[in-house]
């Protein structure tokens, strides 16, 4: 007998908002000059007023005029919250002495001379109080200052603040992603005038905490300072102190995303959390929320970074779910995530991370899992046998050849995804990746487990176990290493390489998760809802726009 299928019928309605919402969001973004919101306000009313008349008469057609008016309201979205300041489009840059809020501080590597932070405008002169609320970025000249000076410190500072541009030509600059994250202006080559407010209680002992985290990850290490920085990369997001050798590595073999704390790192960490506040009989409220309070804790750990935030909201989405005995329904929970991250800060939708998690999230949800289930049919393993004449060994057999196939089929969908974003956010051509994640995930989730446990241990003062299991994790790493070493080098597997044309990775990427979508709702079962759709038009992208180093 074959199990049924649980991986397809599920409605998930949000996806009629969170993509056409998100679609308003990349137009209004792609436009080189304002939008008019007074029209678009109107036109949405319109379709909207539309949409309700068509349905309340049963009249086709109303999922087109829905479908206008969330585009309309995702263009209204982000002019109001992108808030240009179309005075200072053409104006020349100019010494500016600003107070400002530290919102994220980037991770400097010891030898920089500067700190650099995204940071919102507290006050500012007479003639600049239009900047009052803007975010912009801020990079000053290191002092001894700086030591006390932390997310949520107040300070003022005087530099050289010029506008950003609506529009980067160039995608390598640092401006693109400062203009893709929805800051409007920067001040560079500053100095610290004052601390008006220095660092919270809380913020001070939170970076002690992650302080002697990093020491636990560095435990028995010092005599290998680069498992060390790969370890607190993983777990910390201390990115910076990854070995450049290692952070090429990974990056041509398709694999960087191991060292992004995402959906991977958060989802085995809030796992284990789960499981073993379970295991010690809490109720599930209860777990739920002490689970979802600490992963929480340790993503403001880790800076509050946008892909951990991301991760963090999937994540309770889907337990919340599960919490409240709804309908065992993940793309509704992702869907869910996505379109509250979207409200929150609507710019995110334009970071590789977003594009790239909610991408291969999608894509292992309505393709993935679908796909392992169609090939654990199709190849079951003594499937004309009786269940009851089988022996144990027989059925040991058979449950890890049916895992290996559902890893397959994930491991395949995500690598349809990578293939592309590799491309257009690292100028990879990784093939190989298919092969490095299907053997390096699971290698990676141990190394996650045992730094995690390692970080715990540390921060419970008990350094011997904290030792043991920060030996486990960096034996693991070392391990993934020498796999990628030995691979890397053999011809065509990884390759630099560029799209010809500017938009043309995310058009594709839109165009194979739209066959995704489609072969979804058609249950992969009808002619041109096929499993070869995704596969094929992903190819056709990557022959078509392509071109190699």
């Known amino acids: ?60 057609g109303w999922a087109a005029s829905f479908l206008i008016a969330m585009i309309s309201v995702g263009c209204i979205y982000h002019e109001l919250r992108r808030d240009r300041l179309p005075d200072w489009a053409d104006l020349p840059a100019r010494e500016a002495s600003l107070t400002v809020r530290v919102d994220r501080e980037f991770e400097r590597p010891p ?96 970076d002690h905490i992650k302080q002697v985290g990093g020491e636990a990850l560095s435990l028995g290490l010092e005599n290998h300072p680069e498992l060390a920085g790969a370890l607190r990369a993983m777990l910390l997001g201390e990115r910076h102190l990854l070995d450049p050798d290692d952070k090429s590595l990974f990056v041509r073999s398709g694999t960087m995303h191991l060292f992004a704390i995402s959906g991977l790192h958060i989802g085995i960490i809030a796992g284990a959390l789960f499981g073993t506040l379970r295991v010690v009989r809490l109720p599930r409220t209860a777990t739920f929320l002490t689970s979802t309070v600490l992963v929480g804790f340790y993503v ?135 092969l490095a994640n299907l053997i390096l995930i699971p290698a990676a989730s141990v190394a996650i487990v045992g730094g995690f446990t390692a970080l715990v241990f540390g921060w419970l003062g008990m350094p011997p176990f904290a030792l043991f299991f920060n030996h486990a994790a960096a034996v693991v790493l070392l391990a993934m290493q020498r796999f990628l070493e030995s691979v890397i080098t053999v011809p065509l597997l990884t390759h630099p390489a560029q799209f010809r044309w500017d938009h043309w990775g995310p058009i594709g990427l839109l165009l194979v998760l739209g066959s995704m979508v489609y072969g979804y709702t058609q249950r992969w079962e009808s002619k041109t809802g096929t499993w070869w759709g995704p596969p094929l038009i992903s190819v056709v992208v990557l022959v078509i726009g392509v071109q190699l180093a």
């Open 300 to 434: 403001d750990l880790i800076g509050l970074t946008p892909s951990a935030v991301r991760a963090w909201l999937m994540i309770t989405c889907v337990l919340a779910a599960s919490v409240l005995r709804a309908p065992r329904n993940a793309i509704a929970a992702i869907a869910g995530s996505a379109l509250l991250v979207l409200l929150v800060d609507p710019m995110q939708l334009f970071s590789a991370g977003f594009q790239m998690s909610y991408g291969i999230v999608f894509a292992l949800l309505l393709y993935g899992l679908p796909l392992g289930d169609h090939l654990r049919d199709r190849f079951r393993l003594w499937r004309d046998l009786p269940e009851m004449s089988l022996t144990d060994r027989q059925k040991w057999i058979r449950i890890g050849w049916e895992n290996l196939l559902r890893v397959v089929g994930l491991a395949w969908s995500a690598t349809l995804i990578g293939l592309i974003s590799g491309i257009a956010f690292f100028g990879w051509f990784t093939p190989f990746a298919f």
């Open 1 to 60: 007998m074959i199990p049924a299928r649980s991986s397809l019928g599920h409605r998930a309605p949000l996806l009629w908002v969170v993509i056409p919402f998100a679609t308003g969001l990349a137009v209004a973004n792609s436009s080189h000059q304002p939008l008019a919101i007074p029209l678009l306000i109107g036109l949405a009313i319109a379709a909207a007023s539309m949409t309700v008349m068509l349905v309340r008469h049963t009249q086709p």
């Open 111 to 206: 030898h920089f001379s500067s700190h650099s932070y995204i940071a919102t405008v507290q006050g500012s002169p007479d003639h600049l109080t239009d900047l009052v609320g803007q975010r912009i970025y801020v990079r000053v000249r290191s002092t001894p200052e700086f030591n006390t000076v932390s997310r949520s410190s107040v300070m003022q500072v005087i530099g050289h603040l010029q506008p950003l541009p609506r529009q980067s030509t160039d995608r390598d600059d640092f401006n693109a992603y400062l203009i893709d994250a929805g800051l409007n202006f920067s001040l560079i080559r500053g100095r610290l005038d004052r601390i008006v407010t220095p660092a919270t209680i809380w913020a001070r002992h939170r």
